[in-house]
Each structure stands twice: as structure tokens, then as C-alpha cells.
């Protein structure tokens, strides 16, 4: 299982919000999550941040353009005693309306009302936590705070929970 990403696995999702309050969501086709309502969600690539994975998954997943609002959380975990799993979650608003599903991976995606989410047997777990802390606490990204030489960024992002919240 870690053979291709080495045993240190960086991912990032995405929880997209639309104009309607409705989640984006998706029922993939593998792994645990296999026909279950999750987030679109993939693993962060060479040379990318973490939050451009999250943006990049959702349009490769759903064909959704989306803008971040702020970070949401983190999950992380290990697998079988040797492998450290982590994602990151972002919330994120919807910038287009139509979807387009990557069906090699998904079996379908859909904006879906919180309400049919929460009465949805095939609602994730993460799901269903998730719509239990609305309304969400998150962080805001800030910028102009690159601290660049002696670390050589070329691109940076700090979320952090502004004390005016």
C-alpha cells in the first residue's frame, strides 16, 4: 500500500459550499469510503501546496471550480502500525455550478442538501461530524507573510485563528 507514496502520506480535501448551502459531495469507487457520501479528496503532488491540492482534487474529482474560505481541520492517522496518514480540510466556496465525474475513481457527485445528508445511510462518518459543527470556526488564510530568505519559498500560506474571531 505505501510503496508508491513512501509510508508518509500528505492529502488534502475539501468541503465546497454553493450559492444554495449545499455540500459537494462524492461516492468513490475504492478503499473504505467505497460507495459512501465523502469529500472530494486526493493526495498533494510535487511542487504543490496544500491548499492547491484541495482546489486541484475537487476540479479533477467533480470538474467544480471553488476558491478557499479558510482551513477547516486536520485528520491524521496511522495505518497498520507503519504508515502516517494525513489530510488536510478545507472549506471552500463553489465558483461554477456544473459537474463533471472523474469516473475512474467516482461513482457519482452531486451538490446535496445537509438535510439529505444527515438522513443518507451512505453519509461518511467525517460527513456526518462535519454537519454537527455547523456553524463552522475555521482559519482564514492570511498573506503578505512569506518569510522567505534563508528558506527559499516560492509559494506560501499561513492559516491561522485571527484573534478578532
Known amino acids: 500500500m505505501g510503496e508508491k507514496r513512501g509510508n508518509v502520506w500528505i492529502a488534502a480535501a475539501g468541503l465546497v459550499v454553493n450559492e444554495a448551502d449545499e455540500w459537494l459531495v462524492v461516492k468513490k469507487k475504492y478503499g473504505g469510503l467505497k460507495g459512501k457520501w465523502s469529500l472530494p479528496a486526493g493526495f498533494v503532488q510535487p511542487g504543490e501546496m496544500i491548499d492547491e491540492a484541495a482546489i486541484r482534487e475537487i476540479k479533477e474529482e467533480t470538474g467544480i471550480d471553488a476558491e478557499i474560505v479558510g482551513f477547516l ?11 502516517s496518514d494525513n489530510m488536510a480540510i478545507f ?4 465558483l461554477s455550478h456544473t459537474i463533471t465525474v472523474q469516473t475512474d475513481e467516482l461513482f457519482t457527485a452531486e451538490f446535496l442538501s445537509k438535510q ?5 445511510r451512505h453519509t461518511s462518518r467525517l460527513l456526518r ?9 475555521y482559519f482564514p488564510a492570511h498573506d ?22
Open 73 to 83: 481541520g486536520m485528520r491524521t492517522g496511522v495505518i497498520r502500525g507503519e504508515i
Open 116 to 120: 439529505r445528508l444527515r438522513e443518507d
Open 129 to 137: 461530524y462535519l454537519l454537527q459543527l455547523e456553524p463552522f470556526h
Open 91 to 94: 472549506l471552500l466556496r463553489a
Open 144 to 165: 503578505g507573510l512569506n518569510p522567505g530568505e534563508p528558506f527559499g519559498y516560492t509559494k506560501y500560506s499561513l492559516y491561522f485563528k485571527n484573534s478578532k474571531y
